[in-house]
């Protein structure tokens, strides 16, 4: 049974924990308003890292945060930054590095604080994490603002789901800090959507992961890029490495990229609510279906795009929250489809999804990683 999982109660449980998180965030809202005055007052430059699926949110967030005061973060990896910390800072670098961690224990996490504040001239830190025995938690100083999630996002599965989506949420919040109390109508629609969502197309998304593919693409503009790069992970992690995927915007993706598909390919549409980026993606919609036969087409939107012929896609998931919803809110919903693809391609492949990797290649904590700094 699919509820015996942990990466399927882990999926399931977001909408909640989500709503846990931004009470969590309200309570604190005067200690999180007086950090960032602090240091954004004072010109810092601010960083969005993590390793993976925790750099991938920064990837979201920083198109996302173009209407907030966080307008202008920057992402970086932590594996890029802790290669090479002088490319990027020096002496006279104000940084506030805003690190998103799971367990708060990986190497990388570790070792871009240390880098950076050797090669910055001054840093402040704003740790998102969700262990509070990890080593990120456990860093204490004035610079450092540290903001534990609910317990149950540290979760148990390898493949991060609630502790992704919760993270970028809470990254959001903390950027509408000022406003946080108005924001809960939009955290709410954010979670009641993805809730009716689950329940109404989890069998859909189950059928369509029962097919034969071995590639997938997900494609999105904007924040929806960097959820489409999630996506990707969930479905190729998932699956020990069986399906190979791949995602890019929806302009890019004619640039090269677009050789991968093929009639063996799953094609994944993260469509903008903008109606002004829609018209391009449509173009592309269109010239993809008229010239390949694919496995599948699955259309993700907040509502039907003007013109989308439901015959023309296999699946079309509508979420239904209001259009004026901040992007670093709804951009997270869209993010379930990947997780849920990726839940039910491996069982459909025979693996454990909860340990799915077979080869040892992958593991919930990242091993192997030796710190030269």
Request: net charge negative.
């Amino acid at each position: 049974m699919t509820q015996e999982f942990h990466t399927y109660r882990e999926i399931r449980q977001q909408p909640r924990v989500w709503r846990e998180a931004y009470d969590m965030v309200c309570a604190r809202k005067n200690d999180i308003s007086a950090f960032l005055d602090r240091f954004l007052s004072a010109g810092y430059e601010i960083i969005l890292t993590g390793a993976g699926t925790s750099a991938y949110i920064g990837d979201a967030l920083e198109p996302a945060l173009f209407d907030t005061p966080l307008r202008g973060a920057r992402a970086l990896a932590t594996t890029d930054i802790l290669t090479a910390p002088e490319f990027y800072f020096n002496k006279d670098s104000k940084v506030l590095l805003i690190s998103f961690a799971r367990s708060g224990n990986s190497p990388e996490s570790v070792g871009t604080v240390k880098a950076v504040e050797r090669t910055a001239g001054k840093v402040a830190h704003i740790f998102i994490t969700c262990n509070s025995e990890g080593q990120l938690a456990k860093t204490k100083g004035d610079h450092i603002l540290t903001l534990l999630l609910p317990p149950e996002t540290n979760d148990v599965s390898l493949a991060m789901t609630s502790s992704y989506s919760t993270m970028l949420l809470v990254c959001g919040m903390i950027a509408h800090i000022d406003t946080i109390e108005a924001q809960g109508v939009h955290i709410n629609a954010v979670a009641d959507a993805v809730a009716k969502a689950m329940d109404r197309y989890e069998g859909a998304i189950k059928e369509i992961a029962s097919r034969k593919f071995t590639r997938a693409v997900f494609l999105g503009s904007g924040p929806l890029k960097g959820v489409a790069e999630e996506c990707r992970l969930k479905l190729q992690e998932l699956t020990d490495g069986a399906i190979m995927c791949a995602f890019d915007s929806f302009l890019g993706f004619r640039h090269g990229p677009k050789a991968v598909v093929k009639s063996d390919s799953l094609m994944v549409y993260l469509v903008s609510p903008k109606e002004y980026i829609q018209r391009y993606e449509r173009d592309l919609f269109r010239q993809v279906t008229a010239n390949n036969k694919v496995t599948a087409n699955v259309v993700v939107c907040l509502e039907k795009p003007k013109d989308l012929d439901p015959k023309d896609c296999d699946l079309l998931i509508e979420f239904g929250f209001p259009e004026d919803t901040p992007a670093s809110f709804g951009c997270v919903a869209y993010v379930i489809v990947g997780q849920l693809l990726g839940l039910f391609k491996s069982i459909d492949c025979g693996l454990c999804p909860d340990t799915p990797s077979i080869s040892g290649n992958i593991s919930r904590v990242v091993e192997g990683v030796t710190l030269y700094i």
